[in-house]
């Protein structure tokens, strides 16, 4: 059983940044890839950024160039940077774990302003 704890989300100014953090309960080493879905009010979830066991990225085309996805096996956090941030990136963030079982956070609100 793994536990997703999510934090860093909160109310930002459009063109801002915010960082969010994914605290996983074991080791991620050997995960198979870990990812960040959203989903806004309305919207079905969606996914934003992928990165694999082996570092390989990947990202929705609404995002590239301005989120980096990250992850730091030592502290079993999966980070998510958010740059030049847009009012429709407003969605509930949520980290996701494929470790043979799929895990979910439970979310955190990212609110931009325009």
């Known amino acids: 059983q793994v536990q997703l704890v999510e934090s860093g989300g909160g109310l930002v100014q459009a063109g801002g940044s915010l960082r969010l953090s994914c605290a996983a309960s074991r080791s991620i080493f050997s995960f198979n890839a870990m990812s960040w879905y959203r989903q806004a009010p309305g919207k079905q979830r969606e996914l934003v950024a992928i990165i694999t066991s082996g570092g390989r990225t990947n990202y929705a085309d609404s995002v590239k160039g301005r989120f980096t996805i990250s992850r730091d096996n030592a502290q079993n956090t999966v980070y998510l940077q958010m740059n030049s941030v847009k009012p429709e990136d407003t969605a509930v963030y949520y980290c996701?774990?494929?470790?043979?079982?799929?895990?979910w956070g439970q979310g955190t609100q990212v609110t931009v302003s325009s």
């Open positions: 996701h774990a494929d470790a043979v079982r799929v895990y």
